[in-house]
């Protein structure tokens, strides 16, 4: 029997935070760190990250087998995301098909992907940082539903297809769902 027990966490990661707990590099020492929201045993890992301007659910486990499965393409992923512009179905349906982006230098093309266009903006919280007003033109909201996770996948993606994204959350992992926890909220989860 294990002498010690793993745990796991479920955390909404704000906007302008780095998804890890320690800063060993110089350059960004004044960048905001996940280990304000709580105190976490030593040992943790964030299960794959969220970029500094990206929010929304992240897991975090003692656990090194349980971040390598929840990372492996058997788990879903998925992010609303506001683009800028009224996305088209053209677009759309590129980008459920897969596109070019680049990774670490080299071309890539995604997997086939679960994306729609929501009719309403979705309910979230306040950001930190604002993204912008009406006034420089519309933007619309898509649910991306995705298996991998390139370095900063869903912004390429979007990207490639005219849309840029403004604001990127993630709101499911696998059956674990971002519901209505608040920025910062940290979580007890049993995986």
Not at 156 to 165: D, E, L, N, S
Not at 175 to 182: A, C, D, F, R, T
Request: charged letters at 30%.
């Amino acid at each position: 029997m294990d002498k010690f027990k793993h745990q796991h966490f479920a955390m909404y990661k704000p906007d302008g935070y780095l998804s890890q707990f320690t800063n060993n590099d110089v350059s960004k020492n004044k960048k905001k760190l996940l280990g304000e929201f709580y105190t976490f045993p030593k040992n943790i890992m964030a299960i794959g990250r969220l970029d500094e301007p990206s929010e929304g659910l992240l897991l975090l486990t003692t656990n090194g087998k349980t971040s390598e499965f929840i990372r492996s393409r058997k788990i879903e992923k998925e992010y609303l995301a506001q683009v800028d512009g009224n996305i088209t179905s053209k677009a759309i349906e590129m980008l459920k098909k897969g596109v070019e982006i680049s990774v670490e230098g080299k071309k890539y093309l995604t997997n086939p992907c679960e994306v729609s266009k929501l009719n309403e903006h979705p309910v979230l919280p306040k950001r930190n940082k604002k993204i912008r007003d009406d006034r420089h033109g519309p933007t619309s909201w898509i649910s991306i539903t995705i298996t991998e996770g390139k370095f900063r996948q869903v912004r390429k993606m979007t990207a490639a297809v005219g849309f840029p994204t403004l604001r990127l959350v993630r709101v499911r992992i696998g059956h674990i769902k971002l519901q209505n926890m608040i920025p910062g909220e940290v979580k007890k989860i049993n995986l």
